[in-house]
């Protein structure tokens, strides 16, 4: 006997759809000109089903890094105790970066002038990376550093992390890899950081 099948689409599909139709529309009208209603329109879906995967419209910019920070947390959870918090740090952002390349770049990184600069976006660019600082600090306080210290290499890092991206996404079709623009951006970071 065969079970019966799942109702409706794939959730992973219902989210590529929503993320694909706003990517469409903010090109077509600009992200300040395109509505929710319309994302959901394009995408065959609900309003609420967009709710379900997203809290704003520019949280679809960020699928593929919130898919990919999982990866990060989980190496600062598997860091050997004997690595120093620094370098642990450095080895667990190298590995989340192996997770984009030359054919996968984050649509917010090359795409943000045709967009164009807009609050939202901006505001759910923070919300991600104060929430990042504060794993990276939650990490480094576990390594022993008092939390001002802690706070202030999270938010270093952070810093870097997006100078690498900005460079990596400027660099073009001929960008290569991302792992040698962290790993520049952040040595002065782990250096100083774990003196």
């Given at each position: 006997?065969?079970?019966?099948?799942?109702?409706?689409?794939?959730?992973?599909?219902?989210?590529?759809?929503?993320?694909?139709?706003?990517?469409?529309?903010?090109?077509?009208?600009?992200?300040?000109?395109?509505?929710?209603?319309?994302?959901?329109?394009?995408?065959?879906?609900s309003r609420n089903t967009f709710f379900n995967y997203f809290t704003a419209k520019g949280d679809v910019f960020w699928v593929e890094l919130d898919?990919?920070?999982?990866?990060?947390?989980?190496?600062?959870?598997?860091?050997?105790?004997?690595?120093?918090?620094?370098?642990?740090?450095?080895?667990?952002?190298?590995?989340?970066?192996?997770?984009?390349?030359?054919?996968?770049?984050?649509?917010?990184?090359?795409?943000?002038?045709?967009?164009?600069?807009?609050?939202?976006?901006?505001?759910?660019?923070?919300?991600?990376?104060?929430?990042?600082?504060?794993?990276?600090?939650?990490?480094?306080?576990?390594?022993?550093?008092?939390?001002?210290?802690?706070?202030?290499?999270?938010?270093?890092?952070?810093?870097?992390?997006?100078?690498?991206?900005?460079?990596?996404?400027?660099?073009?079709?001929?960008?290569?890899?991302?792992?040698?623009?962290?790993?520049?951006?952040?040595?002065?970071?782990?250096?100083?950081?774990?003196?």
């Open positions: 006997m065969t079970s019966p099948s799942p109702r409706g689409r794939p959730q992973a599909a219902s989210r590529e759809m929503l993320q694909d139709a706003a990517f469409e529309l903010f090109l077509e009208n600009g992200f300040a000109g395109t509505t929710v209603e319309q994302i959901t329109t394009r995408a065959g879906v898919d990919s920070l999982d990866t990060l947390t989980e190496a600062l959870r598997d860091a050997p105790p004997e690595v120093p918090a620094m370098q642990a740090l450095l080895d667990a952002i190298i590995r989340f970066g192996r997770e984009f390349g030359p054919a996968r770049v984050p649509f917010a990184l090359t795409q943000y002038e045709l967009i164009g600069s807009v609050h939202e976006l901006q505001a759910s660019a923070l919300t991600r990376f104060t929430r990042q600082a504060g794993v990276f600090r939650a990490f480094l306080v576990s390594r022993g550093f008092d939390r001002l210290r802690a706070d202030t290499a999270a938010y270093a890092a952070i810093g870097a992390i997006v100078a690498a991206g900005t460079a990596w996404a400027d660099a073009g079709t001929g960008r290569g890899e991302v792992e040698p623009y962290l790993r520049e951006a952040l040595a002065p970071v782990v250096a100083g950081f774990g003196a």
